[in-house]
C-alpha cells in the first residue's frame, strides 16, 4: 500500500480535552475481548432476584402449610384479597426502590447503589423468614415489601450500569443477559418450589424464601471488585477514573488510542448534553425528564414517555398472569393432573427462548423483534381464548373424588391441550422478544445527564403496572369475583394488539449504534425510518472541528 493510500485509511485523530479523537465512526470503541465480555455479563446476574421473587411466590401460595399459617387451620387456599396483597406488595415496594434508585445511582455511583440494593434485600428476606410466628401475614408482606425496595434498586440500576458499559455492538445481547437471568430465576423459584411442595414442615416455603439469600451474596460480592460505570465518573468530571474504569472494562491499556477516543466522544457528548440540560436543583433535575414537546421524537418528554410506555407494554402482554396465576388456574379446569408440572414446563420454555434474541436483537435490531413478538403474541392469546370460550377450559363437568367432592373436569381435554400448547408458543414469543427488548431498550434511549432517572422512571413503571395487574387478576379470574375463565386472554390479546400498533408508531430502531449514536439518531430521524439511519461523524470530531473553526476567527451560531 503505497503512504497516500494509508493515509486515506488512517484514522484522523485530534485532541480534546487532553484525550485522542477521531472523526471515524467506527473507531470510536476498543476491540471486544473475552475479559469485556464477562465483566459486563456479571452485572446480568442481578435478573435472578427479578425472577426468583417472582417466581417462588406463585408456589408458595399453593403449599398447604403456608395457606394454614396465613388462613387458618382447615382452609383450602389463600383468599383472592390476601393473593392480591402478597403478590402485589413486592412490586409496590420496587417501583419506590426504582425511583430512589435513579437520584443514588448519580450520588453514590451504579455498582454501589445495587450494592446497597442487596443489602435492603437479605434485610427483607430475614423478615419473611419469621412467617409462621405470630402474624403470618405481617411477615409475609412486611417482608416482601423491604425486599421490594431491594429489587426495584437492582432492576433500575442494573439496566443502567450495563447499558453504560457494554461494547456498543453486543450492547443488546448483554443487556439480554438480564432478561435470561430472570427466566433463570423463575426457573430455580419453579425447582425449589416442586422440590419443598410435599413437606409437611414450614421448610414448605421458608426454603424458597431462604434461597434468596444466595443471589444477593453472589451480584454484592462480584460488584464490589467491578468497575464502576466510567459514564458515571464523567457526569462526576472525574476523568481519571473514568480512564480507569474503562480501560478495565475494555481490557485495553489506559494509554491505548481506543480508550482515549472512546472517552472522548463520552466527555464530547456530555458536554453537547449539558449545554441542552443544564445542571439544575434536585426538583429541577427530575423535572427535566419532562421537558420538551410532546410531538418532537428527540424531546426528553417524548423519550421518558417511551421508556415508561415501553415497560406498561411488556407488562400489558399478560406474561405475569402466567407466572404468578398459572398454578391455580390450570387446577381449576381439572384436566390438569400436576400443575406445578405443567408451569415448571413453561418455565423451560421461558429460559431457552431467552438466549435466541442474543443473536436476532444484534442481527435484526430492537424495533423488528419487538413487532414480531407482538404479532406472534397477539395472535397465540386470541386463540387460547377462542378455543378456551368454545370447547376449552370454560366448559367443565363435576367429577367429584373421594379426596375432593368438588372437582371438575374439562369436557374436551384436547382443547385443553391445544391451549396450553398456544400458551407456550406465547411464551416463545414473549421470551425471545419483548421480554429482553423493553429492558435493552429503556438503557438506551435517554442522554446521559437523565440517563439514571429515566431509566428509574421506566423501571418503576414496569413495576407500577406489575402491582396493578398483581392487585386486579385474582378479581378477574377468581370464582367468586369476575370468573372471567379463558375470557382474560381476549384482554391480553387486545393489549398485545396495542403494542403492535404502538412499535410500529413509536420505537425507534438503536441496533449498532453507541448511548451517544443514539442520541443524535433520534435528533436525526423518525422511530420509522431510524433503521437505515447512520452516523456520520462523532461528537468528539464535531467539538474539535468547532473549537478548531472558532479559534481561527469564525463565530458560533
Not at 484525550?19 to 476498543?30: G, M, P, W, Y
Amino acid at each position: 500500500m503505497s503512504t497516500t493510500e494509508k493515509e486515506a485509511t488512517a484514522p484522523t485523530t485530534s485532541h480534546i480535552a487532553g484525550l485522542a479523537t477521531t472523526q471515524d465512526v467506527e473507531r470510536i470503541e476498543a476491540p471486544v475481548t473475552w475479559k469485556a465480555y464477562l465483566l459486563c455479563a456479571f452485572a446480568s446476574f442481578g435478573g435472578i432476584f427479578f425472577g426468583y421473587d417472582s417466581g417462588y411466590i406463585n408456589g408458595v401460595l399453593g403449599s398447604k402449610i403456608f395457606i394454614e399459617a396465613v388462613e387458618g387451620v382447615g382452609a383450602k387456599a389463600v383468599s383472592e384479597s390476601n393473593t392480591s396483597l402478597i403478590v402485589s406488595i413486592l412490586s409496590c415496594g420496587t417501583f419506590f426502590g426504582a425511583l430512589i434508585a435513579g437520584d443514588l445511582a448519580d450520588m453514590i455511583g451504579r455498582k454501589w447503589t445495587v450494592i446497597l440494593g442487596c443489602v435492603i434485600y437479605m434485610a427483607g428476606c430475614v423478615v419473611q423468614m419469621i412467617t409462621g410466628l405470630g402474624d403470618a401475614l405481617g411477615a409475609i408482606v412486611a417482608g416482601r415489601l423491604i425486599a421490594g425496595i431491594g429489587v426495584g434498586f437492582e432492576s433500575a440500576v442494573v439496566i443502567l450500569y450495563m447499558s453504560e458499559i457494554c461494547p456498543r455492538k453486543v450492547r443488546g445481547a448483554l443487556v439480554a443477559g438480564y432478561q435470561f437471568c430472570i427466566t433463570i430465576g423463575i426457573m430455580l423459584a419453579s425447582c425449589v418450589v416442586y422440590a419443598t411442595e410435599k413437606r409437611t414442615d414450614t421448610g414448605s416455603y421458608r426454603i424458597p424464601i431462604a434461597i434468596q439469600f444466595l443471589w444477593a451474596i453472589i451480584l454484592a460480592g462480584g460488584l464490589f471488585f467491578l468497575p464502576d460505570s466510567p459514564r458515571y465518573f464523567v457526569k462526576k468530571a472525574n476523568l481519571a477514573a473514568a480512564t480507569d474504569s474503562l480501560a478495565r472494562l475494555r481490557g485495553q491499556p489506559k494509554e491505548s488510542e481506543y480508550i482515549q477516543v472512546e472517552l472522548a466522544e463520552i466527555v464530547a457528548n456530555e458536554e453537547y448534553e449539558r449545554q441542552l440540560i443544564p445542571s439544575t436543583t434536585w426538583f429541577g433535575s427530575w423535572a427535566n425528564c419532562f421537558k420538551g414537546s410532546l410531538f418532537k421524537a428527540n424531546s426528553n418528554l417524548r423519550k421518558t414517555i417511551l421508556g415508561t410506555s415501553l415497560q406498561m407494554m411488556q407488562q400489558w402482554t399478560g406474561v405475569n398472569f402466567i407466572f404468578y396465576y398459572s398454578t391455580p388456574f390450570l387446577k381449576s379446569t381439572g384436566a390438569i393432573s400436576n400443575s406445578f408440572l405443567i408451569s415448571m414446563i413453561f418455565t423451560i420454555i421461558n429460559v431457552c427462548s431467552t438466549p435466541i434474541s442474543f443473536w436476532t436483537v444484534e442481527k435484526w435490531g430492537r424495533r423488528t423483534i419487538l413487532l414480531w413478538g407482538a404479532l406472534g403474541m397477539l395472535i397465540c392469546q386470541f386463540l387460547v381464548a377462542i378455543i378456551g370460550v368454545t370447547v376449552g377450559f370454560n366448559h367443565t363437568s363435576p367429577a367429584p373424588t373421594e379426596a375432593d367432592p368438588d372437582a371438575t373436569l374439562a369436557n374436551n381435554i384436547s382443547a385443553v391441550n391445544a391451549q396450553i400448547a398456544f400458551i407456550a408458543i406465547f411464551i416463545f414469543f414473549f421470551a425471545s422478544t419483548w421480554g429482553p427488548g423493553a429492558w435493552i431498550l429503556i438503557g438506551e434511549i435517554f442522554p446521559l445527564p437523565i440517563r439514571s432517572r429515566g431509566v428509574g422512571l421506566s423501571t418503576a413503571s414496569n413495576w407500577l403496572w406489575n402491582t396493578i395487574i398483581a392487585v386486579i387478576t385474582p378479581y378477574m379470574v377468581g370464582e367468586s369475583r369476575g370468573n372471567m375463565k379463558s375470557s382474560v386472554f381476549f384482554v391480553w390479546g387486545g393489549l398485545c394488539t396495542l403494542a403492535l400498533i404502538y412499535t410500529f408508531l413509536f420505537v425507534p430502531e438503536t441496533k449498532g449504534l453507541s448511548l451517544e449514536q443514539v442520541d443524535k439518531m433520534m435528533e436525526e430521524t423518525t422511530p420509522r425510518t431510524s433503521a437505515k439511519w447512520k452516523p456520520t461523524t462523532t461528537f468528539a470530531g464535531a467539538a474539535q472541528s468547532e473549537e478548531s473553526y472558532l479559534t481561527k476567527g469564525g463565530s458560533a451560531v
